[in-house]
């Protein structure tokens, strides 16, 4: 099951990639480019950090899997640009379980709470953002609408959970519970957290 | 042959960073960046997705012929200016080059044939895209004169070929005059591929 | 010392990171992610390139540090932002210790002296390039004050006069008051080199 999700949120990033592709009105390799950088962008750096073999070197299925989402993104786009909420919701859950795979992954290597948290948050959201800077789009992170919140939110609370004793099953489900909750909550109600002001001149 | 043919690829993509330098009037060490970053980039990401030994930490000749590209170009840049065309005839032939070269490195690893064509691509054009994005001028994926198309139609022909049971040897020189025929006829007739266009408003 | 010294370096780049976030006017987890991009990516990055672990998955203290300042950077950012002289200065200090601090760590694995410099450099100055290839700010290498310039003189040095038989903490002193010198006199005096200048049509 974990396989299918993590498939799931690959194709759903990528889906996003070709999206930015189609609004830049890009020829397929652009698709492809884009997709596959959005797809399997968190994931690769992921890896490369923990000194892991990059996924999709060991197992293409993923890799795949975007590669083809943006080639069909190519033809269709149309029908996804006027369900702009069907893909913000899909994003949601994606962003959600790729932050609970990431932080999975780092307890099963013994990394410390922290880093688990931090390379979950990492899965999640340097995918999109890899996107935005090839896209030339603003970053997922200049906006404020509890993304990379939610991400770190819910992977916290997969590591505390499962410090104070808790399966790494029940841990996870929780903890992608909480970042889908938190998101969905953001996109449903226009959550956003305070932002730095800058002080007015006197 | 190859190890010649690799350092030329090299020497282009860091006089195509140097041009970008120059454009956004740096000076000599922001050649020598943008020269190093084109020039060796692409490799760099390759060898760190492929879990080796990044090819310019072994041996230091690309990494030092970029540099001496960059410094030259900082003196010598408008001659290369007025002759824009020779350029981007020369950068054909090392983004041609340096896609077989990912792939055979790939095939040479044993990986699986879409991992090859993938890593050919992305050591064809992530030495551009960073460049690009170091210069903050407008990526190459996101125009549209078949440049990733070539790099990916080279790769996925030597891998196809010998994949059929040609030798490595035959299969990368097919493989680089496709890429190269492809890419130079974009240049000289203006090809693209037909693009996405986003649906008017009706 | 070397460590505390290390520390400091991240620290200073993570506020630096925090107050590019603060421009921008982003939330917390916004300060959190540039500070720690900025914090730790350029010794990321780097440990990536010489295959050697990346030095926060195994001691996680520079990470931490670069988390409280960014986070703390969220709430007194003001109180920085009409000191900017006292941070370029620091900034200054951080530059100068990471890029000594990637040349020692490249000596200490035998690499050539060329790739100790660029290392040197690249750690002194990636860290800021990510920051502001994601805060979409004018990066650091399009600037030209004489920054990396400083960092690769440093750098340089401390190659030199270790390859001449000094000790390395000699040459690292020696190294880190060149290029702290050469970047404060650039601040003070606004020393810049010659750039390279466009023909002007004819």
Known sequence: ?????DLFATVVFAITGALAASRKEMD???FLWLGAAA???????RD???????????????LIASLVAAALMHFIAP????????IIWLDAFGMAFAAIAGTVKCIGL???GLVAVVLGVFTASAGGIT?????QEPSIILKRDIYVTA????ATTVVLLHAFGLSLEVSSAIGFAVAIVLRGAAIAFGWTLPVFKSRPAR
Chains 1, 2, 3 share one sequence.
Do not use: H
């Open 48 to 62: 490369l950090i923990l000194d892991q073999p990059v996924f999709w070197t060991v197992s293409p299925a993923a």
């Open 110 to 112: 013994d990394t410390s």
């Open 79 to 86: 029908i996804f640009q006027s369900r702009i909420k069907v």
């Open 131 to 135: 996107r935005d800077l090839l896209a």
């Open 28 to 30: 397929i390799l652009g």
């Open 1 to 5: 099951m974990l396989y299918t999700l």
């Open 151 to 154: 991400a770190a939110t819910g």
């Open 39 to 45: 797809g399997v962008g968190g994931g690769t750096l």
